[in-house]
C-alpha cells in the first residue's frame, strides 16, 4: 500500500491546471508553426523538426493534454513521418555508397562508422526514445562492420609477420599501436591467426619494457609551512609509462614507504608530517606488462625539513 501510495503522489504532483495545460499547448503550436513549409530532403533542417517533435511528445505526455488542441498537428504528424523517411533513405544510401563486403579494407573504417553513427543517432532517437520504428538496413551495415572487424585483423596480422630482427623501431612501433588499437577479440583473432609465428608478438614487450626501463627521473623538492611538494623531470618517452610511485622515508638509505601513485609529475605531501623532520623522497616510473609492473630507475632523493 505505501509503494501504491508514493506511485500515486507521484502521479498526482505532476498534474497541472487546465491554464497550464493551454499554454503548453499553445508553446508547441508556435513551435510548429515555426517550422519550414516542407521537409529538406537534405536533411539541413531536422534538428527544427526533431525539436518540435521533443516538445509535442513531451506535451502529450501530460494528464489531460490532447492532441486536438495543438494547431497543425495533423500537417505536423505528416512531416515527421516524411522526415522520419528522409532519414531512412539519407541512412540506407550511406549504407548502399560502402564497398561491397568482399572489396572493404582498412581505408574504409571512417566511411563504415559514419554510417553507424547515422543509424544509432536515428534508431536511438525513434525506437529507444519514443518506442517507433525506423527501418534503415543494418543487417547489411552490420555485414559491412564485420567484413571490417577481420580486414583489421589481416591487416595487423600482416604487419606483425613482417616484423624481423632487422626491423627498425619505426616499424615495431607502427605494428604495436595498431595491435593495440584492436579490439580484445580482435587481439585474439591476430594471435590466433599467427601460429608458430606468435613470437614476433614478444618485440612489443620487449619494446615497451625498453622504454619504460630507459627512462631518467630527476626529483626536487620544496617545503611551506604544513607541506612538503616533490616535482619530477622524465628524460626519455614519458607516454610509456603508465604512472609514477613516491616512496618517503625519514632516512635516507632505508625505510622508504610508497606515498602515492600518481599519473602526474608533482605529489604535495600534507599528511604524516612532522615539524622539524627532515623527510626522503624518491621516485620511479612503472608500466603494467602482462599483468606485472615494470619500473624506471629510481629518481635522486630529493629531501626536505618540514616546516
Given at each position: ?181 584492436l579490439s580484445g577479440s580482435q587481439q585474439r583473432a ?102 606485472k609492473n615494470v619500473y624506471s630507475d629510481w629518481s ?8
Amino acid at each position: 500500500v505505501k509503494a501504491l501510495y508514493e506511485e500515486a503522489k507521484k502521479e498526482v504532483d505532476t498534474l497541472i491546471t487546465q491554464k497550464e495545460l493551454d499554454a503548453k499547448a499553445k508553446e508547441v503550436s508556435d513551435a510548429i508553426a515555426k517550422l519550414p513549409a516542407t521537409v529538406d530532403t537534405k536533411l539541413t533542417t531536422e534538428d527544427q523538426f526533431m525539436a518540435a517533435k521533443d516538445a509535442y511528445e513531451a506535451y502529450l505526455a501530460l494528464y489531460g493534454a490532447e492532441k486536438a488542441d495543438v494547431v497543425g498537428y495533423v500537417v505536423f504528424e505528416s512531416k515527421m513521418a516524411a522526415l522520419k523517411t528522409a532519414q531512412q533513405n539519407a541512412t540506407n544510401d550511406a549504407i548502399k555508397a560502402l564497398p561491397a563486403v568482399a572489396k572493404i579494407s582498412v581505408a574504409d573504417k571512417a566511411a563504415i562508422e559514419a554510417a553507424r553513427a547515422m543509424y544509432d543517432k536515428y534508431y536511438d532517437y525513434y525506437y529507444d526514445q519514443y518506442d517507433e520504428a525506423f527501418t534503415a538496413n543494418e543487417a547489411a551495415l552490420k555485414e559491412a562492420e564485420k567484413a571490417l572487424y577481420n580486414a583489421e585483423v589481416a591487416a595487423v596480422k600482416q604487419m606483425i609477420l613482417k616484423l624481423t630482427d632487422a626491423s627498425s623501431s619505426e616499424d615495431v612501433a607502427a605494428a604495436k599501436a595498431a595491435y593495440e588499437a584492436l579490439s580484445g577479440s580482435q587481439q585474439r583473432a591476430v594471435k590466433a591467426g599467427l601460429g608458430s609465428f606468435l613470437y614476433k608478438l614478444d618485440k612489443f614487450e620487449e619494446m615497451t619494457i625498453a622504454a619504460v626501463t630507459s627512462l631518467k627521473l630527476t626529483a626536487k623538492s620544496s617545503a611551506k609551512k604544513g607541506s612538503i611538494t616533490v616535482k619530477w623531470t622524465v628524460k626519455g618517452d614519458a607516454s610509456a609509462a603508465d604512472g609514477y610511485q613516491v616512496w618517503k622515508s625519514t632516512k635516507q638509505s632505508k625505510g622508504y614507504k610508497k606515498a602515492i601513485t600518481t599519473t602526474k609529475k608533482s605529489y604535495k605531501n600534507t599528511k604524516g608530517l612532522k615539524k622539524g623532520t627532515r623527510y626522503y623522497y624518491k621516485v620511479r616510473a612503472y608500466k603494467v606488462v602482462d599483468g606485472k609492473n615494470v619500473y624506471s630507475d629510481w629518481s635522486n632523493k630529493a629531501y626536505r625539513v618540514a616546516k
